[in-house]
């Protein structure tokens, strides 16, 4: 079969693979009504963003999702998700689900080819944790939607609902299209809000989609540990600037912000000091300086 290492690259603009971690629990979407939650609120939160939907997926520890849209919409997307998901657990009575939080992070995707990727990358991710079945008959995902004939039927029209049932089912005052379709469990059928017509002309024909299907197990893997390191990196950035602050309100009585440069240099060494294993950038990005000015003071 064809490689997809041979193929020419082409750069994509404003694509992300958006994702939650899973790392730190034994479960979040414990019940099938929270991933059918999560999966209407991807629908809804994308629609009113304007984000493209190339491929969703909720996990009982996490979701995946890749998409395109401004940046700014994708930032909005990121911060709305995180909230209405505490909301719906804090709503719900099980807090203790969501242990430190709700961390979700969108990762820049650059090309065409990482691009298609990262849509089989979430699409097999079911079967990749053990799902027993071919990831196309996973519930909580596209479904059989690429490269297949209609074979869902819908129960009933978003337009066709009461203004209480729309309430129960997707806790929002966006306003939802009427003409979006639901299966038996009130779930947003994923045709009304993926794209995938241009999932479709993005792989070719199905001979090339199932090429990316026979990706080495290895390749996931790694990708899986590219996922965890981000959470890693970016959670270590929270906790760092956290500990930047709260020595600036210590020693000098404001925040890093309204700090002089030699102020903020002597809180990078204060830092640097308690933490050895930080990188030079990490700094940087803690006391808020540019990166070349540390790297010098370093040296």
Not at 105 to 123: A, G, S, T, W
Not at 196 to 208: C, E, N, T, W, Y
Request: hydrophobic share 40%.
């Amino acid at each position: 079969m064809e490689s997809y290492v041979q193929w020419e690259r082409h750069p994509v603009q404003d694509c992300y693979h958006i994702c939650s971690d899973g790392t730190r629990l034994s479960v979040l979407f414990e019940l099938p009504k929270d991933k059918v939650f999560a999966m209407n609120l991807i629908a809804v939160l994308t629609h009113r963003y304007r984000i493209r939907v190339y491929c969703p997926v909720v996990m009982d520890t996490h979701f995946h999702l890749v998409a395109q849209g401004k940046a700014e919409d994708i930032a909005s997307f990121t911060i709305q998700m995180k909230r209405l998901l505490t909301m719906y657990f804090h709503r719900t009575g099980r807090d203790y689900l969501l242990k430190d939080g709700i961390w979700i992070h969108p990762e820049p995707i650059r090309d065409d080819i990482e691009l298609m990727q990262k849509i089989i990358y979430v699409f097999r991710n079911p079967m990749d944790a053990g799902y027993p079945f071919l990831p196309e008959d996973y519930p909580w995902g596209v479904g059989r939607l690429f490269f297949h004939p209609a074979y869902d039927r819908p129960v009933k029209r978003a337009g066709d609902l009461t203004v209480r049932e729309k309430w129960s089912l997707f806790r929002t005052r966006i306003a939802i299209p009427d003409d979006w379709q639901l299966d038996e469990n009130g779930m947003v059928l994923p045709r009304c809000f993926v794209d995938a017509d241009a999932v479709q002309r993005l792989f070719g024909s199905p001979k090339r989609f199932i090429s990316f299907l026979f990706v080495r197990k290895k390749d996931l893997v790694e990708q899986e540990a590219r996922d965890a390191q981000v959470f890693l990196e970016k959670r270590g950035d929270t906790e760092l600037n956290e500990e930047a602050n709260s020595e600036s309100e210590r020693r000098f009585g404001r925040r890093i912000p309204k700090l002089t440069q030699a102020e903020r240099i002597e809180i990078a060494k204060i830092l640097w000091q308690n933490r050895r294993t930080l990188s030079r950038k990490q700094l940087a990005r803690a006391v808020k300086m540019n990166p070349a000015i540390i790297e010098a003071v370093f040296h």
